[in-house]
T-cell receptor, first 113, second 117 residues
Framework: AQSVSQHNHHVILSEAASLELGCNYSYGGTVNLFWYVQYPGQHLQLLLKYFSGDPLVKGIKGFEAEFIKSKFSFNLRKPSVQWSDTAEYFCAVTARGNNRLAFGKGNQVVVIP | GAVVSQHPSRVICKSGTSVKIECRSLDFQATTMFWYRQFPKKSLMLMATSNEGSKATYEQGVEKDKFLINHASLTLSTLTVTSAHPEDSSFYIC?????????????FGPGTRLTVL
């Protein structure tokens, strides 16, 4: 079964700083990769996803993620964060052909105005 | 598009009672829905996969007789917590699988906060 690890559970940064959240998965086969965001008091929303093609994926709200197959990673980045990016971010993986999502433990990101 | 709703958003019940939570895909048909529990400061734990017209598939350690799942239509799945106890208090989240143009994505409902007294 696939598993996902996210490091640095709590991240605090100032507005305009750059953000990078690491995500590593363990699974030897082909995967689909996702980042979800959960704003305070709201439900999980899809930020971006990777299925195939260009490993650099652009999502909503200026976020992007890069799939590096050799490193089993799918790190999330945003060059300049805003206060409204304060949220919890979850990386998730499904094995190709298996629709069960495996989630990481999440990153709590706080952006200070 | 791809909106998923849950009802109720919050429920408080007495120990020993049963609680039903509904999950609906509002603008797409979902042959597969999923039920998760989210613990404070922890990730989502998949409880079961709900398949329209057939029995749900439960994850290891999840009691199927306690967490009854029914997926009677392509837009509705229900989770019934039977004989609820305080340890069942949690945040329950559903998702619906939308397969469009060979991309297979789960869209999540807003969750249901269950408190068992």
């Amino acid at each position: 079964a696939q598993s996902v690890s996210q490091h640095n559970h709590h991240v605090i940064l100032s507005e305009a700083a750059s953000l990078e959240l690491g995500c590593n998965y363990s699974y030897g086969g082909t995967v689909n990769l996702f980042w979800y965001v959960q704003y305070p008091g709201q439900h999980l929303q899809l930020l971006l996803k990777y299925f195939s093609g260009d490993p650099l994926v652009k999502g909503i709200k200026g976020f992007e993620a890069e799939f590096i197959k050799s490193k089993f990673s799918f790190n999330l980045r945003k060059p300049s964060v805003q206060w409204s990016d304060t949220a919890e971010y979850f990386c998730a993986v499904t094995a190709r052909g298996n629709n069960r999502l495996a989630f990481g433990k999440g990153n709590q990101v706080v952006v200070i105005p | 598009g791809a909106v998923v709703s849950q009802h109720p958003s919050r429920v408080i019940c007495k120990s020993g009672t049963s609680v039903k939570i509904e999950c609906r895909s509002l603008d797409f048909q979902a042959t597969t829905m999923f039920w998760y529990r989210q613990f404070p400061k922890k990730s989502l734990m998949l409880m079961a996969t709900s398949n329209e017209g057939s029995k749900a598939t439960y994850e290891q350690g999840v009691e199927k007789d306690k967490f009854l799942i029914n997926h009677a239509s392509l837009t509705l799945s229900t989770l019934t917590v039977t004989s609820a106890h305080p340890e069942d208090s949690s945040f329950y989240i559903c998702s619906a699988r939308n397969v469009v143009r060979s991309t297979d994505t789960q869209y999540f409902g807003p969750g249901t906060r269950l408190t068992v007294l």
